[in-house]
């Protein structure tokens, strides 16, 4: 998923954007702006996700620009930060139909609990019916492409794949549905991917969900069924299964080693 971060002061910008850890929510790209103007180039360059914006800024003001973004990208969810406690205030950023709100100065543990939650309702949004609306967030490859724009080589049509497992490590990865969006059949997908990378696809698939589990092991306090859950491991047993036999470590004694 790919965030935006808006405020006009830009200590404060990055020190928003290094005080989360944006990839354990799921956010593979965090990108920022300084003031409508900007904010609404990136949206114009590419789906944007959630946009997390200051209210107050010089020129619009961050909930006229909210306003804006409801309208022309209904896909795109939008959390406001402000030092307004008033009622009145709130109920306009809610007519708004902002996600939610935090209070300035900003309670983080506040903020990663809407991002956690935000994380779980667009796990229950994408479907297969919202694949090819995803692929619009991977970059195209510099090799020619087809008419539609599909990877015309093998290697690219397996770096295609393999950008958007990367991308979506958390939901179900059926390997017809990973063909048809290089338009190809299984089988054949199947074969190229081994021949390119040396693995089955379910193998490559497994390698990248334990890489991000243990990423989120070391670096979160989540809990190890709630790691498993985001990183696309329905049952607990066989994710500490695989992870053990990938790493040597159950979850718990590799959280207890690396966590930093």
Request: negative net charge; contains cysteine; hydrophobic residues 40%.
């Amino acid at each position: 998923m790919r965030i935006l971060l808006i405020d006009d002061e830009l200590v404060a910008l990055n020190n928003l954007k290094k005080r989360v850890d944006w990839l354990a929510y799921g956010f593979t790209e965090v990108l920022t702006a300084q003031d409508a103007d900007q904010a609404r180039q990136i949206l114009a360059d590419g789906h944007i996700d959630l946009v997390l914006s200051d209210i107050e800024m010089p020129g619009e003001s961050g909930l006229a620009l909210v306003e804006s973004i409801n309208k022309d990208y209904p896909d795109t969810e939008s959390i406001i930060i402000t030092c307004h406690a008033d009622f009145n205030y709130i109920k306009k950023a809610m007519k708004a139909k902002v996600l939610d709100y935090v209070l300035k100065p900003i309670d983080y543990t506040e903020l990663k609990t809407l991002l956690a939650q935000f994380a779980e309702q667009r796990k229950r949004l994408i479907s297969r019916d919202k694949l090819e609306l995803i692929l619009q967030q991977i970059q195209p490859p510099t090799e020619p492409v087809d008419r539609e724009g599909i990877p015309i080589s093998p290697e690219d049509r397996i770096e295609f794949i393999k950008q958007f497992i990367q991308r979506n490590l958390r939901e179900k990865l059926y390997v017809e549905d990973l063909a048809r969006l290089v338009h190809i059949n299984d089988q054949h997908l199947m074969r190229i991917f081994k021949k390119e990378t040396g693995m089955s696809l379910t193998q490559y698939i497994n390698e990248q969900r334990l890489l991000m589990a243990g990423h989120l092991l070391k670096h979160s306090d989540y809990n190890i069924n709630y790691v498993a859950d985001l990183v696309g491991f329905e049952n607990l047993s066989y994710f500490t299964r695989l992870f053990k036999k990938n790493t040597g470590f159950t979850p718990s004694e590799y959280r207890h080693r690396f966590a930093e």
